[in-house]
C-alpha cells in the first residue's frame, strides 16, 4: 500500500513538473512574444472621413468641417503626498495655460481632468485633451503650438448641419459615443462619434467608413523608428436622399405657428420631401447638448423631439373610409347598395346614438357619396355586415397598422385591431359598438402619417410601394419595391371618383382649397377627434370654440394628377380642427409650389402665383377678433 501511495506522489510531482515546464517554455512564449512586439511596433489607427449626406440637387444636409484636435504627451505629472493625488508638473501646467491663452473658450480645470483620466505608467501614447478647434481658429496658433514636441496637433473633423432645423427627423444627428456602442463597433471606438438618431443612424455602417492604420517601429522612448506597413481609410461614402431640400424649407414655412406633419412622395415610394413640426437644430447634439436645451425640447407640449412621420400615431379619422369600403368590398358586403342615413344609428335596444358627422343627415347615399361627403353612417352600417376581423385583415394588407419598411429607425406600427388583438391588450371581449366606430377610423384605431401616405399611394395605382429616403447609397442606387392586394377594379374606380369629387365636386370637404389648382387632385379629408363628444350634446361644438389640445387633428391625404397619379400629398394638422378647411391649404400650397418647379411638366414651370399662409392667417385672426 505504501509503495503504490509513493508511486502515485511520483507520478503526479513529474505530471505537475512536466506541465509547468511546457507552460513557461512553449506557452508562455507566444504571451512574452507578443509583448515583446508591442514593445517594438505601434500601430496608429487612421479614422476614415464620415461620408455626406446630400438632396437629390446635391446640396449638402450632412457635411464634415475640418479642423484639428489637440494631444499632449503622458507622464507629465507628479505625486503630491498632502492631497494624496496626482496633479500637473511645471511643464504640463505651462503647456495648459498656452493652449487656453490661445484658445480662451478652453477650459484649464477640464482639461486637467481630461489628461488626468487618460494618464497612467502603462500608457505610452500622446492623450487627446481637446477634441476640435476650427480650422480659422487653429491658423493663428499653429506655428506657436507645434514647436513644443510634447503637444500634437492633428487633422480632425466636425458633423455640421447647414440646413439646421429643415431636415432633422430625416437625417438624425452624431453625437458622441458611449460605453455599449464602443464595444460593438471597433470604428466608432476609435472615432469616437456615432449616428444616433434618422439616416445618420439608420446608415452608420455605411457613413463611418474603415479604419486605417499606420504599423510602424519605436524605440525604447516610444520614438518612431520606421513605418512597417500603411493600410488608407475607406471612407466619404455618402448618401444622396429623394428629398428636396427646396420643397422641405416651403413646408417648413408653411406650417410656421403649427404644429403637425406633411409627407411628399412619389407613388414608387420615392419620398420628396417629410416635415415633422416643429422641429429643432441638430447641430446642438454634435459636441454633447446642454441642459437648458434639453430641457426646453423634452418639455415643449408640441413635442419637437418626435418624428412624428413615422413614429407619431394618430387615429386615422375618415382618411381609412377608402380602405373600409375595400375592406368591404373584399369580405363580400354589397358596397353598391345605398344606404339611408338619417344623421345617426343605435344598436338594437340600445338608445346610444352613434351619430354622423352632419346632425341633419346626408339622406340615401351610395358609395361615392359616401366618400365625397364622408357620411359616417354608410360606413357605420357596412362595418356591422362585414365584421371587425375582415376589415382588419384587409386594411393591414393596405398597409394600415403595419411597418411600411421606410429607411428610418425608430418607426412605429401603429394599431388596426381585431378580436384577437384586444383579447389580448385588454383581456376582455370584442363588442358591435368597437366595430362601428372603427369603420370611421376611430376608436382603438391608431396610424403613422406616413402609413397613410403609402395607402393613398395603393388607392392611386393598385401599387403598395415601400418608401425610402435614400436614393444612392455609395454609389449603389436603390430601386423601387412594390407589394400588391387584389381588390375589385370596379369598386376602386368607384371610389377614386368619389376622392375626385372631395377635392372638386360642390359638396366635396376639400373643394374650397383643392379645386383651383393648375392639376387635377383627388384625395379625401379627415378628422380624428380628440375627446370624445357626449350623447347629451345635441349639436356639436365648433372645433374654434374647443381648447387647443381638445381640437380635433385636421387630415388631407390626396394625390394627383387624378388620371396619371405621380405624387402623394398627405398633411395632418396636430389640433387643426377640419381636415379641408386646415390642412387643405398647405397642401394646396405644396402642389402650387410643385407645379411651379416643374414638378408637372414644364407648362406649368414659373407660372403659379404661391400663397402665403402665414400672412393670411394672421389676416384672419385680426378679422375673427374685430369680429368678436
Known amino acids: 500500500m505504501r509503495f503504490v501511495i509513493v508511486i502515485t506522489v511520483f507520478v503526479l510531482f513529474w505530471i505537475l513538473l512536466i506541465s509547468r515546464i511546457y507552460q513557461i517554455s512553449i506557452k508562455s512564449n507566444y504571451y512574452y512574444e507578443h509583448l515583446a512586439q508591442m514593445n517594438i511596433e505601434r500601430k496608429y489607427y487612421i479614422k476614415p472621413v464620415r461620408g455626406e449626406i446630400l438632396d437629390r440637387k446635391g446640396k449638402l444636409l450632412a457635411v464634415n468641417d475640418i479642423g484639428f484636435s489637440i494631444k499632449v504627451a503622458p507622464h507629465l505629472t507628479k505625486y ?24 480662451p473658450d478652453q477650459n484649464k480645470t477640464k482639461l486637467i481632468k481630461k489628461y488626468l483620466k487618460k494618464d497612467s505608467s502603462y500608457n505610452h501614447r500622446f492623450i487627446p485633451i481637446v477634441d476640435f478647434i476650427p480650422y480659422k481658429g487653429m491658423i493663428g496658433a499653429y506655428p506657436k503650438l507645434s514647436i513644443n514636441k510634447s503637444l500634437k496637433i492633428e487633422s480632425e473633423t466636425k458633423r455640421m448641419y447647414p440646413a439646421g432645423p429643415l431636415a432633422t427627423h430625416i437625417v438624425g444627428y452624431v453625437g458622441r459615443s458611449n460605453a455599449k456602442e464602443n464595444e460593438k463597433d471597433p470604428v466608432v471606438s476609435k472615432v469616437g462619434v456615432v449616428g444616433k438618431t434618422g439616416l445618420e443612424r439608420q446608415y452608420n455602417k455605411v457613413l463611418e467608413g474603415e479604419l486605417g492604420y499606420r504599423l510602424v517601429k519605436v524605440s525604447a522612448t516610444n520614438r518612431e523608428v520606421a513605418q512597417i506597413e500603411k493600410v488608407e481609410p475607406k471612407d466619404n461614402q455618402n448618401l444622396i436622399l429623394n428629398i428636396d431640400l427646396r420643397l422641405q424649407k416651403r413646408i417648413n414655412e408653411l406650417f410656421e405657428g403649427q404644429s403637425g406633419v406633411a409627407v411628399v412622395m412619389n407613388v414608387n415610394g420615392d419620398i420628396l420631401a417629410a416635415v415633422s413640426y416643429p422641429s429643432y437644430d441638430p447641430n446642438l447634439f454634435v459636441g454633447g447638448i446642454s441642459s437648458k436645451d434639453w430641457k426646453e425640447l423634452i418639455t415643449d407640449l408640441n413635442h419637437p423631439f418626435t418624428n412624428k412621420i413615422v413614429s407619431g400615431v394618430y387615429p386615422p379619422g375618415s382618411t381609412i373610409k377608402m380602405g373600409m369600403a375595400l375592406a368591404y368590398s373584399k369580405a363580400g358586403t354589397a358596397v353598391n347598395r345605398p344606404e339611408y342615413c338619417k344623421g345617426y344609428i343605435t344598436l338594437g335596444k340600445s338608445k346610444h346614438k352613434f351619430r354622423c ?12 357619396k359616401a366618400i365625397r361627403e364622408s357620411c359616417d353612417v354608410y360606413f357605420y352600417n357596412k362595418a356591422l355586415d362585414t365584421g371587425i376581423n375582415n376589415m382588419a385583415k384587409s386594411l393591414r394588407k393596405m398597409g394600415l397598422g403595419v411597418k411600411t419598411g421606410v429607411d428610418l429607425p425608430h418607426e412605429k406600427r401603429g394599431v388596426i385591431p381585431d378580436k384577437a388583438w384586444k383579447m389580448k391588450r385588454f383581456k376582455q371581449p370584442w363588442y358591435r359598438g368597437e366595430t362601428v366606430i372603427s369603420a370611421i377610423g376611430q376608436g382603438y384605431n391608431l396610424v403613422t402619417p406616413l402609413q397613410v401616405a403609402r395607402y393613398t399611394a395603393f388607392l392611386a395605382t393598385q401599387n403598395l410601394p415601400t418608401p425610402h429616403f435614400v436614393h444612392d447609397i455609395a454609389g449603389k442606387i436603390v430601386k423601387p419595391e412594390y407589394k400588391s392586394f387584389e381588390v375589385n377594379q370596379q369598386d376602386l374606380n368607384t371610389i377614386r371618383m368619389g376622392m375626385y369629387d372631395v377635392c372638386n365636386s360642390p359638396h366635396g370637404t376639400a373643394r374650397r382649397a383643392m379645386s383651383h389648382l393648375p392639376i387635377v387632385i383627388a384625395g379625401k379629408t379627415g378628422t380624428s377627434q380628440v375627446v370624445s363628444i357626449p350623447q347629451g350634446e345635441k349639436k356639436r361644438m365648433k372645433e374654434s370654440q374647443l381648447d ?10 390626396t394625390y394627383a394628377p387624378f388620371k396619371n397619379p405621380k405624387y402623394v400629398v398627405t398633411v395632418l394638422v396636430e389640433h387643426g380642427g377640419h381636415g379641408g378647411s386646415t390642412s387643405g391649404p398647405i397642401a394646396a400650397s405644396i402642389y402650387r409650389w410643385m407645379a411651379n418647379e416643374g414638378y408637372f411638366g414644364d407648362k406649368f414651370k414659373g407660372k403659379i402665383h404661391l400663397r402665403n399662409l402665414k400672412k393670411e392667417r394672421e389676416e384672419k385672426k385680426k378679422k375673427d377678433k374685430k369680429h368678436g
Open 548 to 557: 387647443y389640445y381638445s381640437r380635433s387633428h385636421a387630415w388631407l391625404t
Open 80 to 103: 503630491n503626498r498632502e492631497t494624496k493625488k496626482r496633479e500637473p508638473n511645471k511643464k504640463l501646467d505651462k503647456l495648459l495655460d498656452a493652449i487656453v491663452k490661445e484658445f
Open 357 to 368: 358627422w352632419s346632425h341633419y343627415g346626408h339622406g340615401q347615399v351610395g358609395l361615392r
